[in-house]
């Protein structure tokens, strides 16, 4: 039995003893911090291919607020196989207020287009835009900006003002309107667990995505137990997220919610989309 167990154990572990050398880049990387309309910073990430016989290409953007990578990726990512193998520049930027970049992050879609001085991503993101074909070598004027969920509506709200250079945009699960049929209500209904821990996840921590901390492993018994929606601003977090003020101020659909539908602005697709 000890001869089995012996020859067995060193097979098992066998392929996982030899340490193997770390995969190469194929890409190198720049963090650059991009200046708004409005003076704020935002830190952004550009992945430049290390091979030169395609040059110049284009670009393809992701907004986000989980966070931008500190490092060149080794392996490339599965979801950017078959665009690495084409030939992209890749920039990674974190929304406004979160992590290095300067700003308030609102959670918020909402802005009034019509005032110079306002920003939100739509404004943004044309800013970042008009930089990088200034300012990124081997770029050939060309961006495209894609992203899922939330960097989704980063990408969808570039349809309201988008910047000239912008030829092709990819938004996948993008929020439209938060009161009637998305994340975070349903035809007005609460999704209590999704709005409100989605909240702290972004708004707790400016450089962190900050989940929760639950004190029992059951979530749901601890909604049971919350009692009034009130204590959760007067047990937990104490008036101190923005957007869960926000959804338990504004429990109706009223102006607060028909202006978070950004698609209300929408009345056409000036970008292939």
């Given at each position: ?22 995969e190469a ?22 992945l430049?291919p ?55 992050f609102?959670l ?18 044309y ?29 969808a ?5 988008p910047?000239?250079?912008?030829k ?7 929020p439209a ?47 049971l ?9 007067a ?12 959804s338990?101020?504004h ?23």
């Open positions: 039995m000890r001869t089995f167990f012996l020859a067995f154990f060193s097979i098992a572990i066998g392929p996982c003893s030899a340490q193997s050398a770390p880049s194929t890409f190198s990387l720049k963090e650059v911090m991009i200046p708004m309309r409005d003076g704020v910073h935002l830190q952004t990430v550009i430049t290390m091979r030169n016989e395609s040059a110049p290409w284009p670009i393809l953007l992701e907004r986000t607020p989980y966070g931008v990578p500190d490092r060149a990726p080794a392996p490339t990512p599965a979801r950017w196989t078959e665009l690495a193998r084409d030939g992209y520049i890749f920039v990674l930027q974190n929304l406004r207020g979160r992590f290095k970049s300067e700003g308030t609102n918020s879609s909402y802005v009034d287009l019509s005032d110079p001085k306002a920003t939100n991503e739509t404004t943004d993101a800013d970042t835009i008009e930089w990088l074909v200034k300012n990124v070598p081997q770029n050939n004027g060309r961006v495209g900006i894609f992203g899922v969920s939330y960097d989704g509506l980063t990408a709200l570039t349809l309201l003002h910047h000239p250079a912008l092709a945009i990819s938004e996948q699960a993008s309107d938060q009161w009637m049929n998305d994340d975070d209500h349903r035809y007005g209904a609460l999704r209590l667990s999704y709005d409100f821990e989605y909240a702290v996840l972004e708004q707790a921590d400016k450089n962190a995505n900050t989940h929760f901390a639950f004190d029992v492993f059951d979530t749901y018994e601890w909604y137990k919350l009692g009034p929606l009130a204590n959760i601003n047990k937990y977090l104490h008036g101190t997220i923005p957007y869960w003020n926000d338990v101020a429990p109706n659909y009223d102006d607060f919610w028909r202006k978070e539908a950004w698609v209300n602005q929408l009345h056409s697709s000036p970008v292939p989309t």
